[in-house]
């Protein structure tokens, strides 16, 4: 008979694609994962994984037991909250995919959602708009918070959050300005910005480009921390989402100016698979995201 455990360490190495990080992060080590693996394989008789001196892929048959673990592990998973939600409890964990740009507001709604449903615990990844699309269709997350124009609706729910907007942080002593400022001033302070293959530094590029302009990069990161650390520490200006800097007030050193000319919005929305029935835990956060209409 085929465990669930093995469908879960299966999902794990077709999202990790490698062997180590599969394990690691399953919490078993690295032969003992290669062996039920192997042992899955002898007890369907056919080869799941390519193998080579390195993961090489899944097999034809592996890719085909892979969608029906993943559909396997979320049946279970939505039938143990269902079962707990007759009881009238709904606990469970509730995994989000979220961009960067959306963690502050994330915790936020996050605090809600435990005010009406204190059992349910939640897991904030952070992650490329793209890796919540993939990941959404996977079922290896139950929901995202993503932005709204790169997310499909084909088998997708979207629900409206906010409009993103930007503001420059930039070190006092790099300007004695305190108003609005334009785009083409922003180019001109050494930056710090997110990685090019993150949905916001792709947004910014943009505007940059369709203004003409070249902007100064000076250091990239996979998010706003460090950038916000460089701006303290006076090393560089960052254009960061301005619910950012709403959830964590002032920096000391630094000055928030918002961006005009022009004045640039994304909107921003949770995304679930459709799914009937819907899991208990993410039918509870649609309903506080409909609640803060």
Not at 2 to 11: N, P, V
Not at 13 to 28: P, S, T, V
Not at 29 to 44: C, G, K, T, V, W
Not at 264 to 277: E, G, M, N, Y
């Amino acid at each position: 008979m085929i465990e669930l455990r093995d469908l879960e360490l299966l999902s794990a190495l077709a999202r990790h694609r490698h062997f180590a990080k599969a394990a690691e992060d399953c919490g078993i080590s690295q032969p003992a994962f290669s062996m039920r693996i192997r042992n899955l394989e002898d007890r369907l008789g056919v080869s799941i994984v390519k193998r080579a001196n390195r993961f090489q892929g899944l097999t034809e048959e592996g890719e085909m037991i892979v969608r029906r673990a993943r559909r396997i592990l979320l049946d279970t998973k939505a039938l143990e909250q269902e079962v707990l939600a007759v009881k009238g409890e709904i606990t469970g964990t509730l995994v989000l995919g979220v961009i960067p740009t959306a963690l502050a507001f994330t915790g936020r709604l996050v605090r809600r959602l435990h005010q009406a449903h204190p059992k349910i615990v939640p897991r904030i990844d952070s992650m490329s708009s793209a890796t919540i699309q993939k990941r959404l269709d996977e079922g290896t997350i139950d929901a995202g918070v993503t932005y709204g124009d790169s997310i499909g609706t084909d088998l997708r729910s979207v629900q409206p959050l906010y409009e993103e907007t930007y503001v420059l942080l930039v070190p006092e002593h790099m300007t004695s300005e305190t108003g609005p400022i334009p785009w083409a001033r922003v180019a001109e302070f050494p930056l710090s910005m997110l990685e090019p293959q993150m949905q916001n530094r792709r947004i910014l590029d943009r505007i940059f480009a369709e203004l003409g302009l070249h902007p100064q990069v000076v250091a990239e990161s996979s998010g706003f921390t460090a950038s916000m650390v460089m701006a303290r520490e006076g090393l560089a200006a960052t254009v960061v989402p301005r619910v950012l800097v709403r959830a964590l007030g002032n920096l000391k050193g630094t000055r928030v100016l918002p961006l005009i000319a022009p004045e640039v919005s994304k909107p921003i929305c949770l995304a679930t698979l459709t799914r009937d029935p819907e899991l208990p835990t993410v039918a509870a956060l649609r309903r506080v995201v409909t609640s803060l209409r």
